[in-house]
């Protein structure tokens, strides 16, 4: 039977519990560490954003790779083009 058929885990009720074929399962390191370091990139993109003192309208549209955004363009209506724009600080680190 194909894996998806017996997974390693199932639920019942709220809580997760092993299953018989969770004895022959091995996750996929490889896996795990690409997914992770992919997080962890996206994790510091967002903290260049929020840290960038540019339009956050403009420097998401550069990250999405739209080409019509120029780079000084201002679109008048987040914190950074308002001048409300707060210092960010970040406490979470459990990555």
Known sequence: MAA???PPTEKTGNRWVA???ASGYHHN???VTQ???LRLDEWQQMLELVQSPACL???MR???DDSYALEDEKCG???VC???NPAVTSDYCGL
């Open 19 to 21: 299953t018989a074929t």
């Open 57 to 59: 309208m403009t420097t």
């Open 4 to 6: 998806e058929e017996n």
């Open 77 to 79: 209506k987040c914190d």
């Open 35 to 37: 997914m992770k370091t």
């Open 82 to 84: 308002c001048s409300r």
């Open 62 to 64: 550069r990250l999405l």
């Open 29 to 31: 390191e490889d896996h």
